[in-house]
């Protein structure tokens, strides 16, 4: 169905493009899919401050990094732990108007960080941060798949391309407002989440109108999608992607928490120029990862994840011991490669398991956030005793995990359908 315009009075926003209510977009909704980009930008903005903030509550609260990696799990698992069984109920009951309620548990989460005057109260604060992404990111993606088109991975890449720009700007804008105003700055970072919140919400009227044919949709998925691989097959090719998440997500855990320390210890950087360097590896990411959506698209998934994990290797050992200037560029190379990662494996488990978009949206996004956030914690201990430069060294073999993608079976480029 050609997307139509409704009459005056009656249409919604322009940045929202709309097709007739229970119709199955024949493209990509491009209104739709930049909306939801810019939510994720939001989302993953709001996210990455509180990273990028570490430097000041650690001065101003008088932290350890084993702190820092209790402030970072807490933050990590209450944005994973829900998000497999958002998806799962969300399968069978879709919440359109859940991503604007997702937005004002991170507003809340934002208003209560800027004030918080010890550790305890952080920790609830970046827990309210955590539930927000923890409801946004199952039914965002489910809204993604939905509106693509069938161009699954160019879909999931829009996506993801918003939430990687947003996770760069977390420090640019801790840098630029944070460091010279203090932690109290922070409450400013609210009236983002009040934009969120009114994207979101045009987004669920969107999605409220195009409920009908999801049942309908979800059944031609499982129908003409069939993998024709053993259950046992299955769980064992969804050990081998969670083994592929905990690779990436472990080293992204070293950079995302670490990089800024291992920057001002090794080089007397002070934190400004530290984040500025954060803010390029994350630049990176944002621009790497549309790379791999549409790459996977029309040569497969697996062909992608081969690439994007395991090519990261030589750059990642050979970051520890470069000089400033090559810890700049290895650090972009490997953000630019492994940001393909992600959207890979996540169409790639949504093919593995047809019709279940929303929970192997909702388990590969928790994995994401809890993966790093254990990451984070681990390795702060790890920092306390060994120190940062050691952490840095374990963490650049662990892009060799990406050896274990010869196991997974070659799924082909899939059939176009829409769920």
């Known amino acids: 169905m050609r997307p139509t315009t409704e009459a005056p009075g009656n249409s919604p926003p322009a ?3 709309e097709v007739e209510p229970g119709a199955v977009p024949a493209a990509p909704v491009f209104g739709i899919l930049f909306a939801l980009s810019f939510a994720h930008l939001v989302n993953d903005t709001l996210q990455s401050l509180i990273p990028a903030i570490y430097p000041i509550l650690k001065t101003e609260l008088r932290l350890d990094y084993s702190h820092i ?3 970072t799990l807490t933050n990590q698992l209450t944005a994973s732990l829900l998000q497999p069984f958002v998806g799962a109920f969300t399968d069978k009951h879709p919440q359109p108007f859940s991503l604007a309620l997702g937005m004002a548990s991170t507003l809340a989460g934002l208003v209560l960080l800027s004030i918080a005057p010890n550790l ?3 920790l609830v604060a970046v827990a309210f941060v955590g539930i927000g992404s923890s409801v946004f990111h199952p039914e965002a993606s489910r809204v993604a798949h939905l509106s693509s088109g069938g161009r699954f991975g160019f879909a999931q890449s829009v996506f993801q391309v918003g939430g990687n720009a947003g996770s760069s700007l977390g420090p640019l804008l801790a840098a630029a407002i944070v460091v010279y105003r203090g932690q109290k700055s922070v409450i400013w970072f609210s009236l983002l989440a009040l934009v969120g919140i009114i994207v979101l919400t ?4 969107w999605y409220r109108n195009h409920l009908a044919h999801h049942h309908a ?5 499982v129908l003409h999608r069939e993998t024709g691989l053993t259950r046992r097959r299955v769980l064992f090719s969804l050990g081998i992607l969670i083994m592929l998440v905990f690779s990436k997500y472990f080293y992204l855990a070293s950079m995302s928490s670490y990089y800024t320390f291992f920057l001002i210890q090794k080089f007397s950087l002070s934190v400004r120029d530290a984040q500025l360097h954060l803010f390029i590896f994350l630049a990176a990411i944002a621009a790497g990862t549309f790379l791999g959506g549409p790459v996977g698209d029309r040569i497969g998934r697996k ?3 081969w690439v994007s994990i395991l090519g990261v290797a030589p750059f990642a050992l050979a970051l520890p011991y470069a000089n400033l200037f090559w810890c700049a560029v290895l650090s972009a190379i490997i953000g630019l490669i492994l940001a393909s990662a992600f959207s890979a494996i996540l169409v790639y488990s949504q093919e593995l398991i047809p019709g279940k978009v929303g929970t192997m949206s909702g388990l590969f996004f928790g994995l994401a956030f809890g993966l790093g956030g254990i990451g984070s914690a681990v390795l702060g201990a790890m920092a306390d005793r060994h120190g940062i430069p050691f952490v840095f060294q374990v963490c650049s073999y662990l892009p060799l995990i990406g ?9 082909g480029t899939p059939r176009r359908t829409t769920v």
Not at 202 to 205: D, L, Y
Request: aromatic share 0%; hydrophobic share 60%; net charge positive.
């Open 15 to 17: 940045c929202v493009d």
């Open 303 to 305: 062909a992608v994840i």
């Open 120 to 122: 305890t109260l952080v």
């Open 69 to 71: 990696g209790l402030i």
């Open 403 to 411: 050896l274990l993608t010869a196991l997974l079976p070659n799924l």
């Open 202 to 205: 045009r987004i669920g009227v």
């Open 217 to 221: 949709a979800k059944r031609h998925a």
